[in-house]
């Protein structure tokens, strides 16, 4: 072999053998462990490779109101949950940023959502947020000496929380443990059949960013929304079906099968409402319905379609200023077999976000008081038009909750949708 070539393998076999300790061992250790141990695993790693002295996962209650603690030994048995709003561990949820706090003792890591492992006098804690692309799932606070953090080790802590955030993903597959500990308390059987038809309640890509939620999240009956993203098209959905309880749930969750199902044949928005529109007056004949609304996208340029199958409108905003976006409701989904359902076009601009949400949204008020209303629902949406889909879409529905002081009427669902295209290079002359 030359010299040359001699040169370049030993070069590579030190590269390799300087990345191995990396992120790609620690995903090893950690699909090899008991779901009991994940966080166990990630604080070994982190003390052999950067001197960390303990860590602690929390973890985003289903309303998104606090991080709950992974218990896991005596070091974690008196860790408190954290506020997501009045917290430096919310700080780092809502915004997705690491925040560094400086602590003096044992007792301010507990209270803070930290533990302080063997670390004596003043240390760090340093929260990060754990998500999967955009979705946030939680926090992992990571207590090291009383020391700066650097770029690199920013970036390996960064690298540990986006590891687990794709094993936490995979693990409620196999089990309970997480879904259970995000549950302050229990969770009605029929806001159970809704998470599970739910997808991910945010993803982003170069072009788009999509986010939604559900409230009252332990009591969700009846609202469900749905989206997929294929090489150049975004289908959404967002359906509301009649009445509360278990029987609104299983006519939400059969329409939501029934457009999944039509629109992985291939078919058009319009055999989707059709196939589920039969489906319903099939199995649930008689008074039930299921609003909706579909819109389908094309994410390079913005053209869409969108069907209104007896919904509240979306809302647009655009260069600062909100509009109800006009699309006519034909029937909803369930009353008529032989309902037929017309899409109109709509064109975005870069930049754009449109708001869809249901009814439990804008009728939601205390009895004797106005209903929240289509207009503070525009407020919200043009006042805030700097946070992020996940952070409007959250806040929006914990100001409709607050504002009926926790006892919503109905569910009330939202979805948030930025199109921003990549600028594309103009002509040249």
């Known amino acids: ?100 706090v400086a602590l003096d003792d044992a007792g301010e890591a507990a209270a803070a959502g930290a533990a302080a492992g063997g670390v004596g006098g003043p240390m760090l804690v340093v929260y990060l947020p754990v998500s999967v692309r955009v979705e946030r799932l939680g926090v992992l606070a990571v207590t090291l000496p009383g020391h700066g953090v650097g770029h690199e080790l920013g ?47 945010a993803f982003e890509l170069p072009a788009f960013s999509i986010a939604g939620t559900v409230e009252p999240a332990y009591e969700i009956g009846g609202d469900n929304f749905d989206y997929a993203v294929s090489a150049h098209r975004l289908t959404v959905s967002v359906s509301d079906a009649v009445g509360h309880g278990i029987r609104a749930a299983l006519l939400a969750g059969l329409a939501v099968a029934a457009m999944r199902n039509a629109r992985r044949a291939h078919c058009s928005i319009v055999e989707q409402a059709g196939a ?101 629902v525009a407020a919200m949406l043009g006042e805030q038009s700097d946070i992020t889909p996940s952070e409007l879409v959250r806040q929006l529905t914990r100001a409709v909750h607050e504002s009926c002081n926790g006892q919503l009427s109905g569910d009330a669902t939202a979805v948030c949708l930025d199109w921003h295209p990549p600028r594309l290079p103009g002509p040249t002359g």
């Open 155 to 201: 970036e390996v802590l960064g690298d540990v929380a986006r590891v687990l955030g794709h094993v936490l993903t995979g693990a409620r597959r196999y089990t309970d443990r997480f879904e259970m500990l995000r549950r302050r308390r229990e969770l009605g059987l029929a806001a159970e059949i809704q998470w599970e038809l739910l997808p991910s309640l």
């Open 276 to 376: 589920a529109n039969r489906h319903l007056v099939e199995q649930f004949p008689g008074a039930d319905f299921v609003t909706g609304l579909i819109l389908e996208l094309d994410v390079d340029n913005g053209a869409a379609t969108i069907l209104n199958a007896g919904h509240p409108p979306p809302l647009l905003l655009r260069d600062g200023g909100v509009s109800e976006l006009l699309v006519p409701p034909e029937l909803p989904l369930g009353l008529v077999s032989s309902a037929h359902y017309m899409v109109h076009p709509i064109q975005l601009n870069p930049g754009d976000r449109l708001l869809f949400f249901t009814d439990g949204i804008t009728e939601a008020h205390r009895r004797g008081e106005p209903e929240f209303g289509y207009r503070r």
């Open 1 to 100: 072999m030359h010299a040359g070539v001699d040169g370049r393998v030993s070069a590579v076999s030190e590269q390799t053998a300087a990345a191995r300790p990396g992120a790609g061992a620690l995903l090893r250790d950690l699909d090899q462990a008991p779901p009991s141990e994940l966080v166990d695993v990630c604080s070994s790693w982190l003390a052999r490779h950067v001197a960390a002295q303990a860590c602690v996962l929390l973890l985003a209650d289903y309303a998104e109101a606090s991080l709950e603690p992974v218990a896991g030994g005596a070091a974690v048995a008196h860790i408190r949950p954290q506020d997501l709003m009045d917290s430096a561990a919310g700080a780092a949820y809502r915004e997705q940023r690491r925040v560094t």
